[in-house]
């Protein structure tokens, strides 16, 4: 009688909820940029105590949010994002939390994280970025034509590359001071193909002989024929920096034939130029062109491939009622190099755009 129970109690708690954004992270910095946009569609899952409990997907403001939640320390929750198509997740909690992608980028999954009575938690954000691909690299001279990067060649500044895709330029640009170019932003798995304009006065060199100290990166990539390269597909991420094109430039040999009147082997100035005469070319040992000095006892022969594997010499035919001067008695410009037996020079090769005018004949 008279008993007063005071411990008779309820208990209530207001639902709380968790959500918020899904965007494109354009730069990649894993913070919500104004430039950055909203990912709509994206497979968003809510796990309880490690267990998955609902589903949702964004809208197409990128948002999502999971309500009716039991908030306490009994309840912990996690937020998966699925990848979407093509996309790669942005890095994790690198700011503000209100701000930054909250998605492991390996495993998808935010921090844990508990709600108490009514909280409206809205910092549960994830970023994806569409990955890129790039490649490069550098237009070089080719001082011996053996499509090789060696260490006398030397960069080619401003040559046009293009890019290409399908059969389709997508890009050009120009080889800076130091002949390297690139282009980044491609999209990966797409094939790609690289262009290489001939700069003026230039060749192309050999393609694909591969460096026996750099491999791919150290050779020349360009067909001489097309000027283009084989086929790239690039991975996520990924930067080629091995399509490379090297150009020489073509190389002469000349120069004079004379009457040697003190037959002393030497250029005098009492000799005389001899027109007319036959003068042949070899390349290997095999006669690849022939040539007539001109009015000034002069020959030449232009566009000549520079480079060790092409041994040059030069024959001599002696004109009626003369014979072959001494050789290789003096300065070379100067001299007779034509042997006397046989007509020949001395074998000789060449650089990259060398004129050499020192074979003479008298």
Same mark, same amino acid.
């Given at each position: 009688a008279n008993e007063f129970n005071p411990t008779v109690d309820a208990g209530f708690y207001k639902p709380a909820s968790l959500g918020d954004y899904v965007f494109n992270d354009k730069n990649?910095?894993?913070?919500? !940029?104004?430039? +950055? #946009?909203?990912?709509?569609g994206v497979l968003v899952t809510l796990y309880q105590n490690g267990s998955a409990v609902a589903t949702t997907t964004t809208d197409a403001t990128g948002l999502y949010s999971f309500t009716g939640l039991t908030p306490g320390a009994a309840n912990v929750y996690q937020v998966g994002f699925a990848k979407p198509a093509g996309l790669e997740a942005t890095?994790? !909690?690198?700011?503000? *939390?209100?701000?930054?992608? +909250?998605?492991?980028p390996i495993t998808g999954l935010s921090q844990t994280l508990t709600l108490t009575s009514g909280e409206n938690n809205t910092s549960v954000d994830a970023g994806f970025y569409q990955p890129t691909a790039g490649l490069g690299d550098y237009v070089f001279e080719d001082k011996n034509a053996n499509g090789i990067q060696d260490a006398g060649d030397v960069p080619i500044p401003g040559v046009l590359v293009s890019l290409y895709s399908n059969g389709s330029a997508v890009g050009t640009t120009t080889t800076d001071a130091n002949g390297l170019y690139s282009f980044t932003g491609l999209t990966p798995g797409v094939s790609y193909t690289v262009g290489f304009g001939k700069p003026?006065?230039?060749m192309p060199t050999l393609a694909n002989v591969l460096s026996s100290t750099a491999g791919d990166a150290g050779d020349s990539d360009a067909d001489p024929v097309t000027g283009l390269t084989g086929p790239y597909s690039l991975?996520?991420?990924?930067?080629?920096? #091995?399509? *490379?094109?090297?150009?020489?430039k073509p190389a002469s040999?000349?120069?004079?034939?004379?009457?040697? #009147?003190n037959k002393d082997g030497i250029q005098n100035s009492g000799d005389s130029p001899i027109p007319g005469v036959l003068v042949t %070319?070899?390349? !290997?040992g095999s006669a690849v062109a022939t040539t007539t000095t001109n009015g000034s006892g002069l020959y030449s022969? #232009?566009? %000549?491939t520079p480079g060790a594997a092409n041994v040059y010499q030069v024959g001599f035919t002696p004109p009626a009622n003369f014979s072959s001067t001494s050789a290789n008695v003096g300065f070379d410009g100067l001299d007779s190099d034509a042997d006397p037996v046989t007509g020949l020079t001395q074998t000789l090769t060449l650089t990259s755009g060398e004129n050499n005018t020192s074979v003479d004949a008298g």
């Open positions: 990649r910095d894993g913070i919500q !940029n104004a430039s +950055d #946009t909203p990912i709509r890095s994790a !909690n690198v700011g503000f *939390d209100g701000l930054d992608s +909250d998605a492991d003026a006065g230039f991975s996520a991420n990924e930067f080629n920096p #091995t399509v *490379d094109a090297g150009f020489y040999i000349g120069d004079y034939v004379f009457n040697d #009147t %070319l070899y390349l !290997n022969f #232009t566009g %000549l």
